[in-house]
């Protein structure tokens, strides 16, 4: 207990307001004692003369931060929409003894990013994830070696890589390092010559040429890259952009929090090898705390300002970066990179892209282009595919993961799908002033399109049609696989630009609930619309007969009916509630829920039709 | 036609001022300050926008979005106590698309909100049934749907109050709208209440949150006056005073405080000042109350302590620092024994008049009726709900029998007389019993800020002899203001006194003495703002213009009293004498000192 006293105490004493952040020292404070006491919340706030009951409402909006003590062997399940957690919940208290006051089971929506795999937390850590729940009760079992931390990630890097030479030196830098920002520091000074990095850079093309060949962002990023290799270029600069981040795809804080020590990593390696000047982030007034975390994890706490962000009573300040542009929306950027574009140099199927799309929408297009700006030349990234890239880095390095597949890659979903034929691909598009094409219709494949799983946009050629229910406009295709397309317009969910991967057969209704839940979890609270909006709407949607008659089996028929739910008043009321969510949010959390939920119940219509006014369920997921 | 042109005119000519801007509201267009919020604008031209969550246009959350306006060019729609005004803007305040929209929103308030409105306590002064009337509820949802399927996600985090506490939080009745929030952290600034959680499991935390004992409230109840449904209120002692009504063993005695007596006609829909002392006392004695006693009595002898106290200071007889600080209101006490420990020997030595009254009554009542004091049951009414929590301090209890034993507000009077069936208003006058009953005219002022230390200054002067100066030199510590400095000549010397209302200006004053950066001989703390006058055991309204109303029907009475100096008071004297022997004697010192305690939590 001392010892842990004089820790604590050395991280408060250290911490400083101006240059850390509060989010960090609560995380690295339960690190120690698993959770955060009374005793040390009054500290923190005599220290920095916050009064202790704005502390406590910040440390309880997050949920991973914990006021009560909890068992050493806290598992916590994902409670995302899709995946049937259920099952694995149920097998987990079979096949593990849960019964014990030592372990406790949590259900934590804020896990994971994909929307596709049930995952699993065990004492903070990512212990399995699995598409299917019978993998999951096995796998739990076994679960080991999982590289979490840095310094494991880079001695197995060292054994992958077999540098012997360096070994013992990158040994000592890795025991002895501190902070991430002293990591760098010092494989900076030791290893001028670029052998680590490059070593790196080669791993990850090959695992991308293999593995990730779909992912037009990341490809594109890389073909960039290669202009930078062969060209003579005085200045380079690498732009990080923020601007199909959808929140709830992210707002997961505390796997990000997780990454950033490798984004870093990897963007210093990136300047290193090919010697970039600076780093400019293009983003949106949205993410501006995206940029704090990547700034060597800094969340500033503001003293006076406690705000309405969406993450409440936290409000982000940018520090370090100083090449930072925020623009309010995506169009300011596109203006803002179209009148600097300069056609360089493209890979072909980049190029192929840039002219075949007359209509192509601006916001993606600087994916894969090199850019001249202030004359910097430039190349770009989404933040996505960062964070995709540093997962990547992150697997090079860790050993076999052939038959588990990893929540971190959520782009070798597809690849997965193949062989499990239960699950299909839905996707989804906008409703813009430009009409929207699709492409690479060539790479469908046997039953399944091979979608990367990102939200960076993907366009489809030749695809412009109006067959819809309310407003909506469905996309058809013309050509020859048009069948197989058919297949898949069957169970497609409309969105803001999201793909979403989900096991066939999935009743819109019930998916529409769990994903209401979830946006539930993610909303502050504060303003009405968003708090009671999204629970009414829970109520709405979970009070259907069909699925209340799975709990009340023995009520007869007449009880729903004389109960008053599902009527065809109740559809007008959801739509209502959700236009009003829309026009009074002023963030984006809200108005993002609203408008995705709305998309969905006016593609589904008919679904929904069926449950409230026939009660029925087309898909035969809901039994009678 | 013509005076339109001439508007226009105008309005081309003034727009090229930068502190003006031009707006259109409802079609109506105008040139309003610049840094406004469209609320505010709206306020010009009489134009009503239904809003919650903002109150005097300080605080600015935008939470519950009723204000919502719609703004032409923008899609969603702007709350408009969060927007300030630009120029050019066109705005529609009560279209079909914001009306539609703002109907939602208040089902959507209200579908958390328990519908106990027959047996509500706020009923008929809710804020949320005029909001309802103002803009329609059909209830769409809230009735006819089970509670909460969700609910097994939802933490039960909040639970229901039941501590030692007076307030008590309803967490069914909240809606959260933060304004509890923002009068204890901004204007109170004793940050007990706070937002815990998230998403739907967001709720209000007051102290006896189960997790983390953080228990700073100081009971001093401005909560309650601000929140616009009933998930706040007091105790209520109501039950109690019946009961020790009802038995007729038992000597009732009733304390009623100057206060009360001209704003306890709020209830029975009176204006604001209106006096209902004799008819108050009529009805307590036909309800079979044994004595009813005039607080601003023990005003007047606590006047005369304080100014011996002070004396005592001034002439370096005692080892006790200077300033002196009054203790008559529990929570600057409180505050004291919380934030500024350094400050506690500064704290008068004597009890609250309240405290001093009833222990005193308690003595006279034994000794000459021959009843023990066990019998003997003391009421008090007051503005104040901290008294609540005053009356139950250790210090202040006599063989573990509270001095004070039963403490009620103005509304809870006003129920006493309703359940009684007594029509107050119509009732004759009659007076107080003796010999509790006559005070000067400091005495009645001590409800209003500053009142205090007029009544000690006069009385410091009858102390050291001085003759009795009849001039208006008070008038400049009874203003409305929030701090007050000023300097009186007493004899040779020149006292410096401050006074200060409301507990965030009580702090900052407080804070200014522990650097010592100001140097004082006298300081009057009160803590509602406006002195008790702002008290939250009266009517809803406590807006500036209430609180100016009842101070001056304070004055009013204090000018009209002929006694004007509490040391004129005759029957002090008399029971100083009859009880005490002498303000310094032993047996003085044990009856009405008080004391102090260091606390964290209360």
Known sequence: MLDKNTKVKELINNFNINTSSLYELFIDIQEIYGYISDPILTIISEKLNIHKTKLLSITSSYPNLNLLVKPANNIQICSKLLCNNDSVYSNLIENMDLKTKEVSLTENSNIAFCFACPTVLIANKLAFYSFSSSECSTNVLKMNNHFDDIRQLIEHFIQKTKIKTINSELINIVTNFTNTQEFIHCLKNKFNSKSIYKLLYENIKNSINNKMSNNLGLNNFLSSLNFFDNNSIQNRSIVLIAVDFEPFSFINLYLVYKYTDFIILFLVFLSELFKFNRIVILIRNDFKFLIDLLNYKIISFQNNSISSNYLSGISFEIKRIPNLIIFEDRSAIANFLNNKRIQVHNTADARKLCTTNANFVLNEHFLYDVYDINGHYTCFINIVDLFKLASLLKNIISIDTTSILSVEQPCFITNYLKETPQYEIIFSYTKSNNPITFYECNKFNNDFVTIPFSNSIFIFNNITTNKSTKDCEFPIYSENTEQKLDSILKNLLLSCNNIIVTKANLCPVKFTYKFACYLLDQSCGNCVHCREGLLVLCNLLSNIPILRRRHDQNQTKNYFFKEGFASDSKLEIIENLLETIILSSTCYVGYTAGKFLLSIFRCFYKDFEDHYVRHQCSKKVCKI | ?602
């Open chain 2, 1 to 602: 036609m013509i005076p339109e042109k001439n508007t226009f005119i105008d309005t081309k000519t003034l727009i090229t001022s930068p502190n003006e801007v031009k707006i259109t509201i409802n079609g109506i267009s105008t040139i309003v300050p610049a840094g406004i919020t469209i609320l505010e604008a709206a306020k010009f031209l009489n134009i009503s926008i239904p809003n919650l969550c903002s109150m005097n246009f300080t605080n600015r959350f935008g939470k519950c979005r009723l204000c919502i306006v719609e703004l032409k060019g923008c899609e969603i729609l702007l709350p408009s106590c969060k927007t300030h005004v630009r120029n050019g803007m066109i705005i529609e305040t009560h279209s079909q698309k914001v009306r539609k929209v703002r109907k939602m929103l208040l089902e959507l308030l209200l579908s958390s909100h328990k519908n106990e409105c027959l047996t509500c306590t706020r009923h008929i002064k809710c804020q949320l049934q005029k909001i309802c009337e103002e803009i329609g509820f059909e209830n769409l949802f809230c009735n006819n749907m089970p509670k909460n399927s969700y609910i097994g996600k939802v933490k039960s985090t909040n639970l229901k109050n039941n501590g030692s506490h007076v307030i008590v939080y309803n967490s069914d009745k909240c809606i959260k709208c933060g304004r509890c929030i923002h009068i204890c952290n901004e204007i109170q600034q004793i940050e007990a209440i706070t937002y815990l959680g998230r998403s739907a499991n967001l709720s209000i935390a007051l102290h006896d949150y189960s997790v983390l004992n953080t228990s700073l409230c100081n009971s001093c109840g401005q909560c309650l006056l601000v929140c616009p449904s009933g998930a706040l209120e007091y105790k209520s002692d109501l039950e109690n005073v019946w009961e020790a009504i009802d038995d007729k063993h038992k000597t009732v005695i009733v304390l009623l405080s100057p206060t009360s007596k001209i704003s306890i006609g709020e209830e029975f829909n009176k204006s604001p000042g209106t006096q209902l002392c004799g008819q108050i006392i009529t009805a307590l004695k036909k309800l079979g109350v044994n004595f009813v006693f005039d607080m601003s009595f023990a005003a007047d002898l606590s006047s005369l302590l304080y100014a011996q106290e002070l004396h005592n200071r001034l002439s370096n007889n005692s080892s006790k620092k200077l300033p002196l600080i009054t203790s008559s209101c529990p929570t600057v006490v409180m505050l004291i024994e919380q934030h500024f420990c350094d400050l506690i020997p500064n704290l008068s030595i004597y009890k609250s008049p309240q405290q001093l009254l009833a222990k005193l009554a308690k003595i006279w009542v034994s000794k000459n009726y021959n009843v023990n004091i066990k019998d003997i049951y003391v009421i008090s009414i007051v503005p104040c709900t901290a008294k609540k929590v005053e009356a139950n301090r250790l210090e202040n209890k006599t063989n573990g029998i509270n001095d004070v034993n039963y403490v009620m507000t103005n509304k809870e009077f006003a129920k006493l007389m309703k359940e009684a069936g007594i029509e107050l208003e119509n009732l004759p006058t009659s007076s107080f019993d003796l010999p509790f009953s006559f005070s000067s005219g400091c005495g009645i002022s001590y409800g209003s800020s500053g009142g205090i230390i007029e009544g000690t200054i006069e009385s410091l002067r009858y102390i050291q002899n001085m003759p009795n100066t009849i001039s208006d030199e008070f008038y400049k510590i009874h203003t409305m203001n929030e701090i007050k400095y000023s300097d009186f000549i007493v004899g040779n010397s020149k006292i410096t006194v401050a006074c200060a209302s409301g507990l965030g200006y009580c702090k900052e004053l407080l804070t200014d003495l522990q650097r010592g950066h100001v140097k004082l001989d006298f300081v009057e703390l009160l803590g509602c703002p406006g002195g008790c006058v702002g008290g939250s055991g009266q009517g809803f309204d406590s807006s500036f213009d209430t609180r100016s109303m009842r101070v001056l029907a304070l004055l009013r009475e204090d000018r009209a009293k002929s006694i004007r100096r509490p040391s004129d008071n005759a029957m002090v004297h008399l029971i100083i004498k009859e009880l005490l022997e002498n303000i310094n004697s032993n047996k003085a010192q044990s009856i009405l000192e008080a004391k102090y305690y260091k606390r964290y939590n209360l």
